[in-house]
C-alpha cells in the first residue's frame, strides 16, 4: 500500500462512523460489519422502516448523509468500504458527477483483474420508481456494473477539508431482504422484489475486494 494511503479495518461503530465528517487525508476504511445493518440515504427519514420488522429480524438502523435511498449490510452479503480523500488531491474534481469517475473506474479495475466483465457509467443519474426506496434500484456516475446489472453503489458527501466517498459493493443480490424492513405494502414489496431482481446482481465471495481496491488505489 502507498504510504499516502491510510487503511482501517472497523469491526463495530457503523452507525458512528457513517455520520462523520470527510477529513483531509487519503483513508480507505474497511467495515466487517457483524450484524445486518440497513443504511438509510441522506433523504430517507425514519418513517421509511418498518419498525416492528426491523425489532423482530434483530437489524441495526443508521442513517448516512450521502447518497437518498437504503442499502441493507449484512455479513456475507455486502462490502462497505469509505474512501477520504482531501480538498487539494489530484483526484478532486468540482463536478459532483465527474468526481466519481476515478473511483468506479478503480473499482472496475479490481474487478477486470479478478476475470469479471466490468464496466463504470460515466453519464447522468439513472433512476427507476424504486429509487426513492433503494439504492441499488437506480445508476449514478462512476457505479459499476457487471452485464447491466449494478454491483457497485457510490455516494458522496464533501466538505471544505475533503470528500468522503462511501462504496457498497454486493456480494449477495437479495432485494425482498431489503425490502422487508420497509414500510411499504406487501404487494408493493412483491412487485418491487420482481422489478428489482435484474436491476443488479451479486459478485459472490470469490474476489478479495479489500485487497483489490487498496492495491488499485495505490497504483492511482
Known sequence: MAADWRV??????????????????????VYDVTRPTLVLGSSQKDDA?????????GVDVVHRRSGGSAVLVEPGSALWVDIT?????????????????WLGAAWAEVLIGAGVLASWHDGAMQRTPWS???CFAG?????????????????QRRT????????????RWEPERLLDLLALEDTDRARAAGELADLAT???PGID????????????
Not at 480523500?85 to 469517475?101: K, M
Not at 471544505?160 to 456480494?171: D, I, K, S, V, Y
Open 8 to 29: 482501517e479495518i472497523l469491526r463495530d461503530g457503523i452507525g458512528e462512523r457513517l455520520a462523520a465528517r470527510p477529513v483531509g487525508e487519503r483513508s480507505v476504511v
Open 49 to 57: 422502516v418498518d419498525w416492528e420488522r426491523v425489532r423482530d429480524r
Open 85 to 101: 480523500i482531501p480538498a487539494d488531491d489530484r483526484w478532486w474534481d468540482h463536478d459532483v458527477g465527474r468526481a466519481f469517475h
Open 132 to 134: 426513492p426506496w433503494v
Open 139 to 155: 445508476l449514478g456516475p462512476g457505479e459499476v456494473t457487471v452485464g447491466g446489472r449494478k454491483v457497485v453503489g457510490l455516494s
Open 160 to 171: 471544505r477539508e475533503g470528500a468522503l466517498f462511501q462504496c457498497c459493493a454486493a456480494l
Open 202 to 204: 451479486g459478485l459472490g
Open 209 to 220: 475486494l479489500v485487497a483489490g481496491i487498496v492495491d488499485a488505489l495505490a497504483r492511482r
